[in-house]
């Protein structure tokens, strides 16, 4: 999962002047830095100069700009990106945006997971002789549009010829993929898979100077940069702003069914989004309601007693409260957060993941001693970080502890943006809810069940396949994902 943004400010008289969107897509990028904490990059079009600014670097977005490398990145297009690794190894290779010069200045920025990348790759390489420089889907995507651009005989940005290109790049790409680019002295474009797997929306902001348009993965970075909501960019479709405000769109390819991500409301969006018309926060009170159904029965039927609801923080604490008052137990924070220990799911690997549990998370004695803890988080993936935090309740004197998961057991790959490829990996793939138990060392878990999930995030359109085995797409080159992502680039280059 990425964060990605993109803004045109449209008047002519911001074109060419000292305007610059990089202060905004910066802004933007802060706000959408739990998407991806392991590189950032900003990319910008100066219509004066006729030049491409580019800065991206490993790292935070706080710690790859400041006012002096704003500054130089100037032009009123704009597009930035902060990265999460999935597949691919953080290189800075792979680092987005990604620019090229042929056959026009375009540049590129992107989240999701293109599932046939390598056989693509290996396509492109044999029939056109183009060679990647990076295993980023970003420079894929590009290449392979320019490569259709420059067969259809285009001679500079021609928008009929663009809109063919990427009918056959669809034709082409499975998997994932939001995408929000620039093309150099002409506009801002977008463009979203035919199953809208991963999230973009589009927003409208005018002053008495200006008007601008926005694109961003969440709604959040709409609202503090000013924006106003204008729609969701819709499955399969693109958009296409000039610099003047001119607006073109069309569906490049549509499907019978959406398929949402679900876990973008269950952990990945900010709380304060709204996807396809649903607020996170929300479905995060739902999610936490319907789950309380289920412990109840449990309660009443005497398998557990809890005297308090305890969120692992953040992204279960609004389930966490519902849940507390659905039950009429008392909710208490017992776990803190360190904000500066980077979220550990995340994180690229597994060592790096169990130091991060160990430090991001302190107790809060007086809320655990002698209690019997209901814990609730928002999903259990490998199950380290829940084992990790339950030893600290332990340690701490907890007299017992329940696990609660608002997200249902997941049990299958994910082949479109989030870290859990390998059906190894997952905790819950091949085991009974008593044995997860007893691995982590809980006395119970209870999971939201799958019809409840649905119940809660009010969507028919959505992506379960983590946890039914349901993929939206084809996925013949599933092996090859699997393997190259768990061996990295070494298989990669035996495959290859
Ligand atoms: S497989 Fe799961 S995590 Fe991946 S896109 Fe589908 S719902 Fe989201």
Not at 158 to 186: F, H, N, P, Q
Not at 254 to 270: A, I, L, P, Q
């Amino acid at each position: 999962m990425c964060g990605i943004i993109g803004i045109v400010n449209t008047l002519p008289s911001s074109i060419g002047s000292s305007n610059n969107a990089s202060y905004d897509v910066y802004r933007g990028l802060l706000t959408l830095q739990h998407r991806g904490q392991d590189s950032a990059g900003i990319l910008t079009y100066d219509n004066t100069s006729r030049e491409f600014h580019l800065e991206k670097r490993k790292g935070l977005v706080s710690s790859v700009f400041d006012k002096g490398t704003l500054e130089e990145l100037k032009g009123n297009l704009s597009i930035g990106h902060t990265r999460y690794v999935t597949v691919g190894s953080d290189h800075k290779s792979n680092i987005q945006p990604m620019v090229t010069g042929i056959p026009f200045g375009i540049g590129m920025v992107h989240n999701g997971n293109i599932l046939n990348f390598y056989s693509i790759k290996r396509i492109l390489r044999e029939e056109t002789g183009s060679h990647l420089l990076s295993n980023n889907d970003i420079e894929l995507i590009l290449n392979l549009w320019c490569h259709h651009m420059i067969n259809m005989g285009t001679r500079g940005f021609e928008l009929d010829i663009a809109v063919k290109a990427l009918k056959e790049v669809y034709k082409t790409l499975i998997g994932a993929y939001s995408v929000v680019g620039i093309v150099s002295g002409m506009g801002l474009f977008a463009f979203r898979d035919p199953h809208g797997i991963r999230p973009l929306v589009l927003g409208k902001k005018e002053t008495s100077l200006e008007t601008s348009w926005c694109f961003a993965s969440e709604t959040l970075a709409l609202n503090i940069l000013g924006y106003e909501y204008e729609r969701e960019v819709k499955p399969g479709e693109f958009v296409f702003i000039d610099n003047y405000g001119n607006m073109y769109n069309t569906i490049i390819k549509s499907e019978t069914r959406n398929s949402h991500c679900m876990f973008e409301w269950v952990y990945f969006s900010g709380v304060e989004s709204e996807l396809e018309g649903m607020s996170v926060y929300t479905s995060r009170l739902n999610l936490g309601k319907f789950l309380a159904k289920k412990i109840q029965r449990e309660i009443d039927q005497k398998i557990i007693n809890p005297d308090v609801v305890v969120p692992v923080p953040d992204t279960s604490r609004t389930a966490a409260i519902a849940i507390a008052e659905t039950l009429k137990l008392p909710y208490r924070e017992a776990l803190i957060k360190n904000r500066y220990v980077y979220r550990s799911f995340i994180l690229g690997n597994q060592q790096k993941r169990e130091q991060a549990v160990e430090q991001k998370l302190s107790p809060v004695k007086s809320e655990i001693f002698g209690k019997n803890i209901l814990l609730v988080d928002d999903s259990i993936v490998r199950g380290t970080t829940s084992k990790k935090i339950i030893a600290l309740l332990k340690r701490y004197g907890a007299h017992s502890v329940t696990l609660v998961s608002t997200c249902p057991p997941l049990r299958y790959p994910c082949f479109y943006g989030v870290d859990f490829p390998s059906t190894g990996e997952l905790i819950a793939s091949n085991r009974t809810e008593e044995e997860i138990a007893r691995i982590i060392g809980v006395d119970k878990v209870i999971y939201l069940e799958i019809e409840d999930l649905k119940l809660s995030l009010q969507h028919e359109n959505l992506c379960l396949a983590c946890l039914n085995n349901d993929y939206p797409t084809p996925i013949d080159d599933k092996n090859i994902f699997q393997e190259i992502r768990n061996h990295e680039m070494k298989t990669q280059r035996e495959y290859l």
